[in-house]
């Protein structure tokens, strides 16, 4: 059973801190992963994707990927109130998406 | 997002009935894919298909079918609603294995 393991949370950061969620993978061939943002009752929105190991940036975002562990993870610098939200870790698998079960993140004023 | 569009948005109904929901997509995207998701939960794949002719079982199909009448749209039905039904369902698309886009849901329940 291949899965995808992350921290329920919830994970509180104070407004202004950096935020850094987790994920770790059991399948070593997974070759893309990817961050989404979900606030409660909407629909996963995209905030990053990975396919090589190190890190990616983009704006106060960024993921890191190290397979040799495997495990891939987010960062938010400069978090926002409205950053507040689950965060859901996906990894490719033979065309699917596998998902880890979110980490809820609230950022206090 | 815009680009993918679920009909209904919310659907209460009873046990035993025939229920459908509907995804159309304007991406041009090949893959369609739904899912189901429970309070506390991740989500759960019922069904994928990567093109018109192409349909494929995901972790939860029992209760679930599907038909992919064009490229653009995918559509579940719940053949006889059972209350363990009770969730929000989303549709997505992806061109080849680029990232999923979500449509806004689907929340569904079953009396």
């Known amino acids: 059973q291949k899965e995808v393991e992350q921290n329920s949370g919830p994970l509180s950061v104070p407004e202004g801190a950096i935020a850094s969620l987790n994920c770790t993978y059991s399948?070593?061939?997974?070759?893309?992963f990817f961050w989404y943002r979900q606030y409660s009752g909407k629909s996963p929105e995209l905030i990053m994707f990975i396919y090589s190991n190190g890190d990616k940036e983009d704006g106060r975002f960024t993921a890191q990927l190290n397979k040799a562990s495997q495990y891939v993870s987010l960062l938010i610098r400069d978090s926002q109130p409205s950053d507040s939200a689950t965060y859901l870790c996906a990894v490719n698998n033979n065309y699917q998406l596998i998902w880890g079960a979110g980490t809820k993140l609230i950022i206090k004023p | 997002d815009a680009d993918v569009t679920q009909t209904p948005r919310n659907r209460i109904t009873k046990t035993g009935k025939r229920i459908m929901l509907e995804c159309s997509q304007t991406?041009?995207?090949?893959?369609m894919y739904w899912y189901r998701q429970d309070p506390g939960l991740g989500l759960r794949l019922i069904y994928y298909s990567f093109d018109v002719k192409d349909i494929n079982k995901g972790e939860i199909s029992d209760g679930y079918s599907v038909s992919r009448q064009a490229q653009a749209k995918f559509s579940l039905s719940l053949e006889s609603a059972i209350p363990n039904q009770t969730a929000l369902y989303f549709c997505a698309t992806a061109d080849g294995n680029q990232p999923q886009h979500f449509g806004d849901g689907t929340r569904l329940s079953i009396l």
């Open positions: 991406k041009g995207h090949d893959r």
């Open positions: 399948d070593r061939g997974s070759q893309s």
